[in-house]
């Protein structure tokens, strides 16, 4: 079965510091990868994706995100995390032979000034 | 461009009551979704749909239902509501399957 896990619930760093939020996934084939993020009461906006070619991927907002297929892994990080980057994130993946996406459960990214 | 939109922004339905929820993108897009968030388990796909005429479910179908008679628009209809829908409704499209999801604000429904 398709799924996608974001190991931990809530990520802190101090601002300035560097950040990674964690997503693992298990789809058959190569899937289409994306990361987004959630302000409080609002909807979902896109941050970046990954459909083939590079392994790192870049976004927006300074965000990147690398794709390790052999780990089946795709990290979202940052190099300098700002206290605007405090939001809740979710990485998704669709398999690239049906259009169902499956999202993970969030990350609480929380940077600390 | 207003982007996609959902209306209400807030329900309170009673069990048993039945309702739509409203979704609409001005961007042409052919795919769009709905999804349920719930605290502690994210997003869940509840239907779909790759284009008018076309849907097909996700997730967590049982109590809904959508069409999509044309581009713009795909509601999602609760037949009868439960307590267990309690929880907010999100509505995306994107252009395509592998592109990326444009997300409306929401819909905060609680069922009594």
């Known amino acids: 079965a398709q799924s996608v896990a974001q190991p931990e619930d809530q990520v802190n760093v101090a601002e300035g510091n560097p950040l990674t939020v964690k997503c693992t996934y298990s789809v058959s084939g190569n899937p289409y990868l994306f990361w987004y993020v959630q302000y409080p009461n609002r909807g979902l906006q896109f941050l970046l994706k990954y459909i083939t070619g590079d392994n790192l991927v870049k976004g927006s907002y300074g965000f990147e995100a690398e794709f390790n297929k052999s780990q089946t892994s795709f990290h979202l990080k940052k190099p300098s995390a700002l206290v605007s980057d405090s939001a809740l994130y979710f990485c998704?993946?669709?398999?690239?032979?049906?259009?169902?996406?499956?999202f993970g459960t969030g990350t609480r990214l929380k940077v600390l000034a | 461009n207003a982007g996609v939109t959902q209306t209400p922004k807030f329900q309170v339905l009673k069990t048993g009551q039945s309702m739509t929820l409203q979704c609409a993108q001005d961007m042409n897009h052919e795919y769009m979704s709905w999804y349920r968030q719930d605290p502690g388990m994210g997003l869940r796909l509840i239907h779909y749909s790759v284009g008018a005429g076309i849907t097909d479910q996700g997730e967590v179908p049982n109590g809904y239902n959508v069409s999509r008679s044309t581009t713009e628009d795909f509601p999602l209809r609760l037949l009868s509501a439960a307590p267990s829908q309690t929880s907010v409704y999100f509505c995306?499209?994107?252009?395509?399957?592998?592109?990326?999801?444009?997300f409306g604000p929401g819909t905060r429904l609680t069922v009594l």
């Open positions: 995306a499209s994107s252009y395509s399957g592998g592109s990326e999801q444009f």
């Open positions: 998704a993946v669709r398999d690239k032979g049906t259009y169902k996406y499956i």
